[in-house]
């Protein structure tokens, strides 16, 4: 197989845990009537570079070892927290794919991020690079001891059906704007597929490239469906929705192009890089856009791992 369709087992975890999964629920919270002079002892005592600041569970701010020395440097009179905090907060939500919270730590270069509640607003946790990379050995783990039972007691389907040719076809609807379930669909694509027996690393391909396209759907349609064909020597993913189309494939094949609006990006989508994905995973793509009228992916990926 050509090293550039490889999918590691990390990369698809990323697709497939969500921030919560990897997330401190533990943290150390403060209050904004707290004085200034009492924050230094708490981040030495708990050995923190910063604390989140809540009021009524809600996220109103957050101040960092930098602002507390800043305070000191400015002389250090006294004073509550929320006239030091920051208040123009970026945050991710808890129900988000770990791929975003990689992408906004690497694009930004913060530390962590606070991760809260979509429908609330209420802060729920913590997650930092470390959390990440934990939260990834830890799943990489469980996944190797599945993996190796499964390699014992699962045949590849296609060698236990006597016949001229087999097709096995799944069929998935995906809603609109439905932010909360998106991802759902390309997870269950994922434990079929696994479930057949088919190699891990065309599983991995199929799984991110029907994620990528699952939120395209979610993102920029009200809604479609999803169609995966499997054969002995290819595994094919038809997408299909009635949403705007794309004016121009090829610029949209760019890294980075998006047309989302500034909504869908703040819920964490639309970063431009989903039909560069799914071309990375694909041995053979098609797309069919037609302005107003909607878009049809073909996405083929040969079953050889090889």
Same mark, same amino acid.
């Given at each position: ?49 910063? /604390? ?41 939500? !808890? ?5 975003? &919270? ?63 040719? /087999? ?48 939120? *395209? ?23 299909? !929705? ?16 998006? /047309? ?5 990006? *703040? ?18 793509? !098609? ?17 050889? &791992?090889?």
């Amino acid at each position: 197989m050509n090293n550039e369709k490889k999918i590691t087992k990390v990369q698809e975890l990323v697709y497939e845990l969500k921030v919560r999964d990897a997330m401190r629920k533990d943290i150390i919270r403060s209050s904004p009537d707290i004085l200034m002079s009492e924050l230094g002892e708490t981040l030495r005592s708990n050995r923190i570079s910063g /604390t989140p600041i809540v009021e009524h569970d809600k996220l109103v701010g957050i101040i960092s070892i930098e602002d507390f020395i800043k305070w000191l440097a400015e002389g250090g009179k006294d004073c509550p927290i929320e006239s030091r905090m920051t208040r123009s907060i970026k945050t991710l939500y !808890d129900d988000e794919p770990l791929v975003h &919270a990689i992408g906004k730590l690497d694009k930004l270069g913060f530390g962590r991020f606070p991760v809260i509640d979509r429908a609330t607003g209420k802060l729920l946790g913590v997650i930092t690079k470390g959390d990440i990379i934990e939260s990834l050995l830890r799943e990489l783990e469980i996944d190797y001891h599945e993996e190796e039972i499964h390699r014992y007691r699962a045949s590849h389907i296609f060698e236990d059906i006597i016949a001229d040719k /087999t097709i096995l076809r799944f069929e998935y609807f995906v809603k609109g704007k439905d932010f909360n379930r998106a991802g759902e669909v390309s997870s269950g694509i994922r434990k079929t597929l696994t479930r057949l027996g088919i190699h891990p690393q065309i599983v991995r391909r199929a799984a991110i490239a029907s994620y990528e396209a699952e939120i *395209n759907v979610v993102s920029y349609t009200s809604g479609g469906e999803i169609s995966v064909r499997v054969q002995s020597d290819k595994i094919q993913i038809h997408v299909t !929705d009635s949403g705007p189309g794309i004016p121009d494939v090829a610029q949209a094949l760019k890294p980075g192009y998006s /047309t989302a609006p500034e909504w869908i990006r *703040n819920l964490g989508f639309g970063a431009g890089m989903g039909l560069c994905n799914i071309k990375k995973c694909a041995d053979k793509l !098609d797309i069919e856009s037609t302005v107003g009228k909607g878009t049809r992916l073909k996405i083929c990926i040969n079953m050889k &791992a090889g």
